[in-house]
């Protein structure tokens, strides 16, 4: 290995080799110092995004003066807002640093979270929501971004499998605080509801102000590394280039219009938006779906809508663990969605273990977006074409939620047999279409080989990224 001075540290020290026991305690003090603080951010983001959900078991459509619908247009015009700056602030979030962007923007969502205690009608509240989605759009491929300048890409799967569990986490944890909250209602005059948006959305931008000073902005700058762990920590890195769409310029808009083109991609989006009606569904009425199970206390409904959450935290890590170490991932993300199926269908069918139902559907839908995403991810190349590849997964991620809003309908309860079966339709064509990946992939491997045989090493040289010959696509 080549000989690297960074001139951004203070210091004479020059490193040749990397010492394996240096790397090994630099990539602990990540795992133990920084991601877990990343993790905590997550979770309050999303804990402001799911509190509507439990504060409508607290007479909040009553108190706001809205009905059922303009409640469910509420949820759906978040993800507006959330699809609106996903893309400009990934592209602010090089310009200015992650260490002041990641705060500035928890700063402005907890700001609008704790600006919904105030509301009063439809139009505040849906401004607030629309703005909420907004703030909290880049938070996610900010972090992801902000990890590449300190991770490997060999290690970056397992980091964003354990970051991503932080919001599963904090779903569980929103109905148990929902549960102590809420019961605060007439205290100083507040309702329960109020309550949950000032003790949720306050402690955000404390948090935000506490992330502007320990985020380091880059690793030769962190506090907690020796001069040695900060050189290795860039060396490491020298030659791991990650892009974002910040790194777009005539020079490599070739590689992004090859993923527009890809016609892998656009069916890994159909794939992202069949799987996340559910996950966005679940997300926004679950407690209003336990409570159709005779909680009729709807206190009992926040506090019983944790449980699903935990069982999802254990089956996804076991889940994730499992591709990881077999090296598939059309098959889990089957098994996921199959899970979740197999609640529903207990759901619809047996109103009796509904609850069991509940926890099984849950448990099944955390597992499906993590491993799709490590799939496009493991299968496009080079690194421009992945990061508009994986942007436009994001979209469709996201633009479930439009979808996914809508289908619990307040005309429904108690069983909501209409989002079910929705929820139902877009598993069975999840299953449908990744069975069909798989099988498509496959072929396109084997057509590979066959070329190989047959083309000049000149003609193989032409090809780059994924469409060169001796790339083979993770199945």
Same mark, same amino acid.
């Given at each position: ?16 080799e ?5 790397? &090994? ?23 402001? @995004? ?40 990934n592209?602010l ?44 759009s ?31 986490a904090?779903?569980?944890f ?11 209602r ?22 935000a ?33 990650? /892009? ?15 993923? =527009?083109?890809?016609?892998?991609v ?15 569904? %679940? ?14 206390? &709807? ?16 089956? /996804? ?11 598939? @991932? ?57 990061? %508009? ?19 619990? @309908? ?28 798989r ?15 047959? /083309? ?6 032409? =090809? ?12």
């Amino acid at each position: 290995m080549q000989t690297t001075r960074y001139q951004s540290i203070n210091t004479a020290l020059e490193v040749t080799e990397i010492d394996p026991l240096v790397e &090994k305690s630099l990539v602990r003090k990540l795992d133990t110092r920084l991601l877990p603080f990343l993790s905590l951010m997550y979770l309050f983001s999303s804990l402001d @995004r799911s509190s509507l959900g439990n504060a409508v078991l607290d007479n909040f459509e009553e108190d706001v003066h809205i009905t059922p619908d303009q409640f469910n247009t509420c949820v759906t015009i978040f993800y507006v807002g959330f699809l609106t700056f996903q893309i400009p602030s990934n592209i602010l979030v090089k310009r200015f640093s992650a260490k002041i962007w990641l705060p500035l923007l928890m700063v402005l969502w907890g700001t609008v979270a704790t600006l919904h205690a105030t509301a009063s009608s439809y139009g505040q509240l849906i401004t607030l929501r629309f703005f909420l989605g907004l703030f909290e759009s880049g938070f996610f491929p900010g972090v992801i971004y902000y990890l590449t300048l300190f991770y490997k890409k060999s290690e970056m799967a397992t980091r964003i499998a354990l970051f991503w569990g932080s919001s599963v986490a904090a779903h569980a944890f929103a109905g148990v605080l929902a549960f102590g909250i809420l019961q605060l209602r007439g205290r100083g005059s507040l309702a329960g509801w109020q309550w949950l948006f000032l003790i949720e959305g306050i402690p955000t931008i404390l948090l935000a102000f506490v992330a502007w000073w320990y985020l380091p902005r880059s690793p030769d700058q962190w506090m907690f590394l020796t001069s040695e762990e900060r050189l290795v920590s860039l060396q490491r890195l020298d030659k791991d280039n990650h /892009m974002t769409l910040g790194d777009l310029d005539a020079n490599n808009k070739k590689q992004a219009y090859m993923a =527009l083109s890809d016609w892998k991609v656009w069916m890994w989006m159909v794939m992202f938006f069949c799987g996340s009606v559910p996950n966005t569904s %679940v997300s926004n009425f679950l407690p209003s779906i336990v409570k159709g199970m005779g909680y009729s206390d &709807k206190l009992s409904a926040n506090l019983m809508s944790a449980p699903p959450y935990v069982c999802a935290v254990v089956v /996804m890590i076991a889940f994730a663990y499992s591709s990881d170490r077999l090296g598939d @991932r059309a098959f889990h993300a089957v098994g996921g969605a199959g899970l979740c199926l197999l609640g529903y269908i207990l759901l619809l069918a047996a109103p009796s273990i509904a609850y069991g139902g509940v926890c099984i559907a849950v448990s099944g839908i955390f597992i499906i977006n993590p491993i799709v995403n490590a799939w496009l991810t493991n299968n496009i190349a080079p690194d421009m074409k992945k990061s %508009v590849a994986t942007a436009m997964a994001v979209m469709a991620n996201n633009s479930a939620g439009l979808v996914g809003s809508n289908i619990y @309908r307040a005309s429904d309860a108690p069983r909501y047999r209409f989002g079910h079966l929705v929820n139902v339709v877009f598993l069975c064509m999840f299953i449908l279409l990744t069975l069909a990946q798989r099988y498509l992939l496959s072929r396109a491997n084997r057509q590979k080989k066959q070329k190989q045989t047959e /083309m000049t090493e000149d003609q193989q040289d032409e =090809l780059v990224g994924d469409q060169a010959l001796d790339y083979m696509y993770r199945l």
